[in-house]
């Protein structure tokens, strides 16, 4: 079974730009969560969609959006780029329905704001 | 809101020893899940065991186990017999149990980095 794919690994953006990160799950999972990994605040949550509709948000200001397609496949979107922005971004799916479902990760993408 | 601590940034060890990760958690849950994530230089991030909170038996699976200190929110990973492969940084989070979707969101620790040395 296919894992968690992150489209694409390596993103280079410029302050102000936006940009928009991929994420397709394992097959038959119906939530997918983001995470924000970086070296200074370490892995925070950022969302998470489950049957297309968003359950949860971390404390992340609007800029910060993401929606999930009837496939389950997922997108997240980042508008009007800060440097603060460069981060790994990691994406991780479950069924969402099931109580001590574990969440399994992709690869991530690196965001470098320039 | 829920805390997770990794008071140990950086540990190493020699292949085929034991080594011992320590993670703490506030939380005023009673009921919750609570993970060792392992993430190598590839980037992914690997379940490595989970434990539910209302189980006092701790998990094991093959050379990783847990000791799992309910009363005072300690949950370490013990590895034992050290694997050049198990170089990587390991993570403790944490989920509260329910339905709904507040459960499914992982608080994490800041990590220990941990090198196996031949």
């Known amino acids: 079974k296919a894992g968690v794919t992150q489209t694409p690994r390596y993103l280079i953006k410029t302050r102000g730009q936006q940009v928009t990160l991929s994420c397709s799950p394992i097959s038959g999972h119906r939530s997918v969560s983001w995470y924000q990994q970086t070296p200074g605040q370490g892995l925070q949550f950022l969302f998470e969609?489950?049957?297309?509709?968003?359950?949860n948000k971390g404390n992340f200001p609007g800029r910060f959006s993401g929606r999930q397609f009837s496939n389950s496949r997922s997108e997240m979107n980042v508008s009007t780029l800060e440097l603060g922005d460069s981060a790994l971004y990691l994406c991780?799916?479950?069924?969402?329905?099931?109580?001590?479902?574990?969440?399994?990760f992709g690869n991530g993408t690196r965001l470098t704001v320039t | 809101a829920q805390t997770v601590t990794q008071s140990q940034p950086e540990m190493s060890v020699q292949e085929a020893e034991t080594v011992t990760l320590s993670c703490t958690y506030d939380t005023s849950e009673n009921n919750y899940y609570l993970f060792w994530y392992k993430q190598p230089p590839s980037r992914q991030m690997i379940l490595v065991i989970r434990?539910?909170?209302?189980?006092?038996q701790n998990a094991t699976e093959n050379r990783f186990s847990v000791n799992f200190q309910k009363a005072a929110k300690s949950f370490s990973l013990k590895i034992s017999d050290s694997q050049l492969g198990d170089t990587a940084m390991y993570f403790c989070?944490?989920?509260?149990?329910?339905?709904?979707?507040?459960?499914?969101?992982?608080?994490f620790g800041k990590g220990t980095l941990l090198t196996v040395n031949p």
């Open positions: 989070a944490f989920m509260k149990q329910g339905s709904g979707g507040s459960n499914y969101k992982l608080t």
């Open positions: 969609y489950f049957s297309e509709t968003q359950r």
């Open positions: 434990q539910e909170a209302y189980k006092q």
């Open positions: 991780a799916s479950s069924w969402g329905d099931r109580g001590n479902s574990p969440l399994h």
